[in-house]
């Protein structure tokens, strides 16, 4: 059964800084990996998403790595803003079934 | 493109009572469509799985019975939850897949369902 595991579950930081979310999934058979924010009592906002052939994708600030035969991808927020705090899920899709991870619950300080 | 809305955005129901949410997508076809659940702090869990013009498949622990799920069109499912209790409260969220996107999900926006 595909398990995905974020780190760290919480994470806070002041403005202005890089960071980098983690993700681990114990299936290396993925159709793609997905990131996702999902504000408070909200439903989920697409990020990014790689396809299992690919090994990175960028939009903005943003950009996700994915490395297939080790199970892990990262999100890299670069020059992070108050408005970037939010929780942050990973989710891999095995065919028609996405499992998704816990979140990293991020606060940007200003 | 590919927006899958639902409705309603949020009910508060009697325990008891049976509480349908509808799923559509709005500009693409969707012949899959998902049903997960999410408790505060958690994460979303899948509770099943719905093809057009056929029967759920259900997560292992999701009751069949109290959870129905019907996917009649290409464009719309529905979850019914039945006798609902308040353990039952919670964020529904659906999702659909689209075959002409690579196979992408988009997610609606979620249902919060209050069981008093």
């Known amino acids: 059964k595909q398990e995905v595991t974020q780190i760290p579950a919480a994470l806070s930081v002041p403005e202005g800084e890089n960071l980098v979310l983690n993700c681990s999934f114990t299936?290396?058979?993925?159709?793609?990996l997905q990131w996702f924010r999902q504000d408070p009592g909200k439903g989920l906002t697409s990020l990014l998403l790689?396809?299992?052939?690919?090994r990175e994708q960028t939009s903005g600030r943003l950009n996700a790595s994915l490395d297939k035969s080790s199970g892990r991808s990262t999100l890299y927020i670069a020059a992070s803003q108050p408005g970037d705090s939010a929780t942050y899920l990973c989710?891999?899709?095995?065919?028609?079934?996405?499992?998704f991870g816990a979140g990293t619950r991020l606060t940007v300080k200003p | 493109g590919a927006v899958v809305s639902q409705h309603p955005s949020w009910v508060i129901c009697k325990s008891g009572t049976s509480v349908k949410i509808e799923c559509r997508s709005l500009?693409?076809?969707?012949?899959?469509m998902f049903w997960y659940r999410q408790f505060p702090k958690q994460s979303l869990m899948l509770m099943a799985t719905?093809?057009?013009?056929?029967?759920?498949?259900?997560e292992q622990g999701v009751e069949k019975d109290k959870f129905l799920i019907n996917h009649a069109s290409l464009t719309l499912s529905t979850l019914t939850v039945t006798s609902a209790h308040p353990e039952d409260s919670s964020f529904y969220i659906c999702?659909?897949?689209?075959?002409?996107?690579?196979?992408?999900?988009?997610f609606g926006p979620g249902t919060r369902l209050t069981v008093l």
């Open positions: 790689i396809q299992s052939s690919q």
């Open positions: 299936d290396s058979a993925i159709y793609n």
């Open positions: 719905s093809n057009e013009g056929s029967k759920a498949t259900y």
């Open positions: 500009d693409f076809q969707a012949t899959t």
């Open positions: 989710a891999v899709r095995l065919n028609n079934d996405m499992r």
């Open positions: 999702s659909a897949l689209s075959a002409s996107s690579y196979n992408e999900q988009f």
